[in-house]
């Protein structure tokens, strides 16, 4: 819609020219106000130099320009204002000339409230408003004329102003506003690239609306797929995809954006939003690769604290009663092959891991776990398993072996050459199986069942052994207060290390747990008094010893949850054993490069739980803890540096 004023001044040719203009859009009807007072309205039908003629109630009209003062077009008779419309806007087109603009807004404004589709008020409007500088107000009336009639006026200024406006002054909702109506009604038109671009990133990132972004984004890349801002939305729109559950479409948009843009200032941010969508898929690896991704391509702090604690949530799984365990406290694990046996308070698990998932077995535990009672499952401490026989280590009840060739259990205790009934730890080397027992270590020779025990008196620091290891030439035991002691197989005596080195250990440490590789003995330990805790090495050759105090935990979880694993294998001088150290803190690695950035528990399902043992496996560390049985992905983990 559009009006002409014509105060005898205007040039007739003027108006006929803008007059067949109309007719050419299609606007077929005009209102005509006369000098007289009267109010025609009629349907166009041509003009000439002299005169105007229109239809009005089926009779023809020739009206001479002299006595028009007003004229207004209208493409639909049904959209002509009322009478009383067009009288108030007339009164604001004289206060307007008068620079009455408080008036000429009443006056306006009462056109509207009798014709609200008056596209000419509200376009007077949103200009008074907006030379007044009140920008909400003008958008408001800019954006009626719009959805009014989009062609009555050419407005991607206006909006394209008003945006840039609201944006400077960080008034981002407003500024999408505006944006949105210059992309939306002129997305033909100069800017709307950068208004439609423009608004999809502030609705993603500064207005936090991951639906409505996405939505504009994707209208942005469709309809100008040239834009100096497609990288950007690119990373974007697979961000805000993995941000929505649309794991797929942000796999493949991410992946596209990655392959795509290899210098991009965003790809650590998309590296660590396509782990999320690849976590979501549950492609555990793939997400851990990304997250590990992200550290290279950026310095941020904080995106890299992020990228690891996502790193450490991605690489866990957790195992529980749920899960056909018998017990969500898990006090010993040992590996056979394919084959997972699980210590619990509740009994022995057997789990089946030849098929790449989780198969309970329960065939052997049934009847080992009823053994002593038919009601109450053995409480089993320690477990120890090599290719003939599964040992198991019961509190008070002894220790159970398993022949699997025979599928025969049989029961030691006491009363046939155990020094006690509750086992803290197994270990088995060829023909001989050592126990550690609160009343001595035992050894035990399997080609001809000869029992023998090891107390103080027999050199031992004390009686208290929680923990074993054993090499070909010694024997290493843990106390739960006097340190650690070692026995010389060809010597056959028993020392305490510590005057063997100069082992830099306190009086009175536990030693909590051991492991070996092909060179060293790797133990932990904690000390009550200071309640600290740490991790030390012994070189099997030298004797020489290192110990490191790892962590300090006073007030956050109990100091004596640490324990130690350590990779099997070839052993070099550049590529020494891999150490694991759990704790309730997280797991920390130890490689050649030195301790790698720890590994924390996934706190959305298992949060710094209490740690009993760990135990590596192939493509697997397995963790006790008391809250389940939990694994990391060790081919996650060391997928990337």
Same mark, same amino acid.
Request: proline letters at 4%; glycine letters at 6%.
């Given at each position: 819609m559009?009006?002409?004023?014509?105060?005898?001044?205007?040039?007739?040719?003027?108006?006929?020219?803008?007059?067949?203009?109309h007719?050419g859009?299609?606007?077929h009807?005009i209102?005509?106000y006369?000098?007289?007072?009267?109010?025609? =309205?009629?349907?166009?039908?041509?003009?000439?130099a002299e005169?105007?003629q229109?239809?009005?109630?089926?009779q023809?009209?020739?009206?001479p320009?002299?006595e028009?003062?007003?004229?207004?077009?209208?493409?639909?008779?049904r959209?002509?204002?009322?009478?009383?419309?067009?009288?108030?806007?007339?009164?604001?087109q004289?206060?307007?000339?008068?620079?009455?603009y408080?008036?000429?807004k009443t006056?306006f404004?009462k056109?509207?409230?009798?014709?609200p589709?008056?596209?000419d008020?509200?376009?007077?409007?949103a200009l008074l408003?907006?030379?007044?500088?009140?920008?909400?107000?003008?958008?408001?009336?800019f954006?009626?004329v719009?959805?009014?009639?989009?062609n009555?006026?050419?407005?991607?200024? =206006?909006?394209?102003?008003a945006?840039?406006?609201?944006?400077?002054?960080?008034e981002?909702?407003k500024?999408?506003?505006?944006?949105?109506?210059l992309?939306?009604?002129?997305p033909?038109?100069?800017?709307?690239?950068?208004?439609a671009?423009?608004?999809?990133?502030?609705?993603a990132?500064?207005?936090?609306?991951?639906?409505?972004?996405?939505k504009?984004?994707?209208?942005?890349?469709?309809?100008?797929?040239?834009?100096q801002h497609?990288?950007r939305?690119?990373?974007l729109?697979?961000?805000?995809?993995s941000?929505?559950g649309n794991?797929?479409?942000a796999?493949?948009?991410?992946s596209?954006?990655?392959?795509n843009?290899?210098?991009?200032r965003?790809?650590?941010i998309?590296y660590?939003?396509?782990g999320?969508?690849?976590?979501?898929?549950?492609?555990?690896?793939?997400?851990?690769a990304?997250?590990?991704s992200v550290?290279?391509?950026?310095?941020?702090?904080?995106?890299?604290?992020?990228?690891?604690?996502?790193?450490?949530?991605?690489?866990?799984?957790?195992?529980?009663?749920s899960?056909?365990?018998?017990?969500?406290?898990?006090?010993?694990i040992a590996?056979?092959?394919?084959?997972?046996?699980?210590?619990?308070?509740n009994?022995?698990?057997?789990?089946?891991?030849?098929s790449?998932?989780?198969?309970?077995?329960?065939d052997?535990t049934d009847?080992?776990?009823t053994l002593f009672?038919?009601?109450?499952?053995?409480d089993?401490?320690?477990?120890a398993?090599?290719s003939?026989?599964?040992?198991?280590?019961?509190?008070?009840?002894?220790?159970?072996?398993?022949n699997?060739?025979?599928?025969?259990?049989?029961?030691?205790?006491?009363?046939?050459?155990?020094?006690?009934n509750?086992?803290?730890?197994i270990?088995?080397?060829?023909?001989e199986?050592?126990?550690?027992?609160?009343?001595g270590?035992?050894?035990?020779?399997?080609?001809?069942?000869?029992?023998?025990?090891?107390?103080?008196?027999?050199?031992l620091?004390?009686?208290?052994?929680?923990?074993?290891?054993?090499?070909p030439?010694?024997v290493?035991?843990?106390t739960?207060?006097?340190g650690?002691?070692?026995y010389?197989?060809?010597?056959d005596?028993?020392?305490?290390?510590?005057?063997?080195d100069?082992?830099d250990?306190?009086?009175?440490s536990e030693?909590?747990?051991?492991?070996?590789?092909?060179?060293?003995v790797?133990f932990?330990?904690?000390?009550?008094?200071? =309640?600290?805790?740490?991790?030390?090495?012994?070189?099997?050759?030298?004797?020489?010893?290192?110990?490191?105090?790892?962590?300090r935990?006073?007030?956050m979880?109990?100091?004596q949850s640490?324990?130690?694993?350590?990779?099997?294998?070839?052993i070099t001088?550049?590529k020494p054993?891999?150490v694991?150290?759990?704790?309730?803190?997280?797991?920390?690695?130890k490689?050649a490069?030195?301790?790698?950035?720890?590994?924390?528990?996934?706190?959305?399902?298992?949060s710094?739980?209490?740690v009993?043992?760990?135990?590596?496996?192939?493509?697997?560390?397995?963790?006790?803890?008391?809250?389940g049985?939990?694994?990391i992905?060790?081919?996650?983990i060391y997928?990337?540096?």
């Amino acid at each position: 819609m559009k009006h002409i004023s014509n105060f005898k001044h205007v040039l007739i040719w003027l108006l006929l020219v803008l007059l067949c203009a109309h007719v050419g859009y299609g606007q077929h009807y005009i209102s005509i106000y006369l000098e007289n007072g009267d109010h025609l =309205k009629g349907r166009w039908l041509g003009g000439d130099a002299e005169s105007i003629q229109i239809e009005v109630y089926d009779q023809q009209l020739s009206i001479p320009f002299r006595e028009i003062i007003y004229i207004t077009a209208f493409d639909d008779v049904r959209a002509i204002p009322s009478e009383a419309a067009e009288k108030h806007f007339l009164n604001g087109q004289t206060f307007l000339q008068l620079d009455m603009y408080d008036r000429a807004k009443t006056s306006f404004m009462k056109a509207i409230d009798e014709y609200p589709k008056y596209t000419d008020a509200h376009y007077q409007l949103a200009l008074l408003f907006e030379a007044e500088g009140n920008n909400d107000e003008a958008l408001r009336y800019f954006g009626n004329v719009v959805k009014i009639d989009p062609n009555a006026y050419s407005m991607e200024d =206006k909006f394209k102003t008003a945006g840039d406006a609201y944006l400077a002054a960080e008034e981002y909702r407003k500024a999408v506003s505006a944006y949105l109506l210059l992309f939306r009604i002129y997305p033909d038109r100069y800017g709307a690239d950068e208004a439609a671009y423009t608004a999809g990133f502030l609705l993603a990132v500064e207005l936090d609306e991951p639906q409505e972004g996405l939505k504009v984004l994707q209208e942005a890349v469709a309809h100008f797929p040239d834009s100096q801002h497609l990288e950007r939305a690119t990373y974007l729109i697979g961000s805000l995809h993995s941000k929505l559950g649309n794991a797929e479409m942000a796999v493949e948009t991410l992946s596209s954006f990655i392959q795509n843009y290899p210098q991009s200032r965003w790809l650590a941010i998309a590296y660590m939003a396509r782990g999320d969508a690849y976590t979501q898929l549950r492609r555990r690896t793939e997400a851990v690769a990304d997250y590990n991704s992200v550290g290279p391509y950026t310095s941020n702090l904080k995106l890299k604290n992020e990228a690891r604690r996502k790193r450490s949530e991605s690489a866990w799984t957790i195992y529980t009663v749920s899960d056909g365990i018998p017990s969500n406290q898990i006090q010993a694990i040992a590996i056979d092959g394919t084959t997972l046996w699980i210590g619990t308070p509740n009994g022995l698990a057997q789990i089946d891991l030849s098929s790449g998932t989780w198969q309970p077995n329960t065939d052997i535990t049934d009847h080992i776990n009823t053994l002593f009672d038919e009601e109450t499952p053995i409480d089993v401490r320690a477990l120890a398993v090599d290719s003939q026989e599964l040992w198991i280590g019961t509190l008070n009840h002894g220790l159970i072996r398993y022949n699997k060739t025979t599928t025969f259990p049989e029961i030691f205790d006491i009363r046939n050459g155990l020094p006690d009934n509750t086992i803290y730890d197994i270990k088995i080397d060829k023909e001989e199986v050592w126990i550690g027992t609160f009343a001595g270590v035992a050894r035990h020779l399997r080609s001809t069942g000869e029992w023998k025990s090891y107390r103080k008196a027999d050199g031992l620091p004390a009686d208290d052994i929680v923990a074993l290891a054993v090499t070909p030439d010694r024997v290493w035991i843990g106390t739960s207060q006097n340190g650690l002691a070692v026995y010389n197989r060809s010597m056959d005596i028993w020392q305490s290390f510590s005057a063997l080195d100069n082992l830099d250990l306190k009086t009175g440490s536990e030693i909590v747990s051991f492991d070996i590789s092909a060179d060293k003995v790797f133990f932990t330990w904690n000390y009550s008094v200071d =309640k600290a805790n740490g991790y030390g090495e012994i070189h099997q050759g030298d004797l020489s010893s290192t110990v490191e105090a790892v962590l300090r935990f006073v007030d956050m979880v109990p100091y004596q949850s640490i324990y130690v694993a350590a990779t099997k294998g070839p052993i070099t001088a550049v590529k020494p054993a891999t150490v694991w150290i759990a704790t309730n803190g997280g797991v920390w690695i130890k490689t050649a490069e030195g301790w790698r950035d720890p590994i924390e528990f996934p706190s959305s399902r298992i949060s710094a739980p209490i740690v009993s043992c760990i135990t590596l496996g192939v493509g697997a560390a397995w963790i006790g803890t008391a809250d389940g049985l939990a694994r990391i992905d060790t081919n996650a983990i060391y997928g990337n540096n």
